[in-house]
Structure formats: structure tokens, C-alpha cells
Nanobody
Framework: QVQLVESGGGSVQVGESLILSCAAVGDIFRINGMGWYRQGPGNERDMVARITNEGGTTYEDSIKDRFVVTRDNDKKTITLQMNSLKPEDTAVYYC????????????????WGQGTQVTVSS
């Protein structure tokens, strides 16, 4: 019953900004690590930004000075503020969370959103 619901993707011009949001919904007991990953055309799904439940962050080198990841543990949400967007940022962006469901008998599981498209054009 746990799901990650993403929003905020779209098409923008080079240099513009977008904010991606993701909400973890369902019968959740705890969430540890969360993050954003992306997959461009013909590429693997790669880490963009990760954030611990205490707010510690890790960024992919190409975006760490342009993107900011935050989370709200009470609301079970994570956001990605994307600034100075480049065509190379064009990809499907996926929300990730490590979740312990309240009703789970098997412990921690990895959950992924369905993906939201970000397209940056010149």
C-alpha cells in the first residue's frame, strides 16, 4: 500500500527552474534514506541527490551547485529544487525512499515513484 507520488515535472528553457515534489503515502512506520534519481534517454538510472532522515545530503557532481534536496519528515515529503537547468538535465526523475511499512512482516523495502519527465530545451 506504500506509494511514492511525484509531481512538478515539465518542460522549461535553459536556465530556468523547476521544483519536484514527492510524497510517501500509505501505512508507513518509518522512512530512512530518500532521494532523487534520473534516467536520460539510453542511460542508466543514476543518483541525483540523496538525503538522510537527519538532513544529510549527497549530490551528483554535475548538479550539486544547482540543485537542492530537502525533506519534511512530518509530511513524509521530499523536494528537489532545480536551478539553472541545462539540456543535459533532461530525464525522467524518480523519487526513492527506504520504508518500513507498519503492516510489513518482512522489514525495510525500497520504493520508487513512477517517474516525472523533465525536459530542458535551448
Amino acid at each position: 500500500q506504500v506509494q511514492l507520488v511525484e509531481s512538478g515535472g515539465g518542460s522549461v528553457q535553459v536556465g530556468e527552474s523547476l521544483i519536484l515534489s514527492c510524497a510517501a503515502v500509505g501505512d508507513i512506520f518509518r522512512i530512512n534514506g530518500m532521494g532523487w534519481y534520473r534516467q536520460g534517454p539510453g542511460n542508466e538510472r543514476d543518483m541525483v541527490a540523496r538525503i538522510t532522515n537527519e538532513g544529510g545530503t549527497t549530490y551528483e557532481d554535475s548538479i550539486k551547485d544547482r540543485f537542492v534536496v530537502t525533506r519534511d519528515n512530518d509530511k513524509k515529503t521530499i523536494t528537489l529544487q532545480m536551478n539553472s537547468l541545462k539540456p543535459e538535465d533532461t530525464a525522467v526523475y524518480y523519487c526513492y525512499a527506504r520504508v518500513l511499512a507498519r503492516t510489513s512482516a518482512r522489514g525495510w523495502s525500497d520504493y520508487w515513484g513512477q517517474g516525472t519527465q523533465v525536459t530542458v530545451s535551448s
